[in-house]
């Protein structure tokens, strides 16, 4: 069964400027992820994806086509999800630990047991000891990994993630790259990654879906990514370009595509 299923979508917005103009977003696109798989999207600025990734997680109703979670169609706030936003949505005024924790407990979780739980996810993603900073005294590294470990807290079977990591050094951002693959391979939960970055892409994937530019994005092509797991980001990052035999589509090398959609990411 697929963990989410974006079935012939179509997303159309109304002009500000002109009253009774309509930009199309998105047009007529399928996307599918399997329970368990990591499927990134890939594509030029302003393509879509954040627009798609909204309309997975119910944050934006579709102006045509279907959202299914486990089979069932989405109504709403796709409350099986969690969605990890490109800037932290961290609560400034609330330490690192009751950011954690805030999910837990709107979920009626016992402020005991939240707690007890925030301090684990902290520790998971090397944060022991940070719990009582702020926000603003924490980097941009350590505040990806509360933000994270706040979307894992909540223990989601569909992870929603929009280019998390973009604004990071690359030092933090590969780092943060493996700490996600490591905690993704414990639970192995269904994974959307937005992102811009093939290589990106191509390291932490299962599946890499490569849209157009817009307006009017729809998927050109879709690649499996057959490098074996366990991975280090920065290990598969360093291989040669030509090594990239191993995103495939039809059975055939598409190594000039690929060389394409990175030129226009």
């Known amino acids: 069964m697929h963990a989410l299923e974006l079935n012939d979508i179509t997303v159309t917005f109304r002009s500000r400027e002109e009253r009774d103009a309509r930009y199309t977003a998105v047009a007529r696109t399928t996307l ?9 999207v890939v594509g030029p600025t302003g393509c879509g994806k954040s627009t798609l990734l909204n309309v997975g997680a119910g944050l934006l109703e579709p102006s045509g086509g279907e959202v299914l979670v486990f089979g069932e169609r989405l109504a709403g ?9 490109q800037s932290d949505a961290l609560m400034p005024w609330r330490s690192a630990l009751d950011n954690v924790m805030v999910g837990l407990q709107y979920r009626g979780l016992p402020d005991a047991d939240a707690r007890a739980q925030a301090q684990d996810w902290l520790a998971r993603v090397g944060l022991t000891g940070f719990g009582d900073r702020y926000p603003h005294e924490l980097s941009g590294g350590m505040r990806k990994r509360t933000a994270l470990a706040q979307t894992l807290a909540l223990d989601p079977d569909i992870i929603l993630m929009d ?4 604004a990071l050094d690359v030092q933090t951002r590969q780092l943060m790259e493996n700490e996600v693959l490591e905690l993704w391979a414990a639970k192995r939960k269904a994974v959307l990654f937005i992102t811009h970055d093939l290589d ?19 998927p050109i092509g879709e690649f499996t990514i057959d490098l074996p797991r366990p991975r280090d980001v920065a290990e598969v990052r360093s291989q040669p370009r030509a090594s990239w035999s191993c ?11 690929c060389s394409r959609a990175t030129r226009s990411s």
């Open 32 to 40: 599918k992820v399997a329970a368990g798989e990591f499927v990134s």
């Open 77 to 85: 706030i796709n409350r099986r999800a969690g969605y990890m936003f």
């Open 163 to 166: 280019e998390p990591f973009s």
């Open 200 to 218: 990106e892409a191509i390291a932490m994937s299962d599946r890499v879906v490569v849209l157009s530019a817009g307006p009017a994005t729809h």
């Open 247 to 257: 995103i495939r589509r039809s059975g055939r090398c598409c190594a000039t595509r």
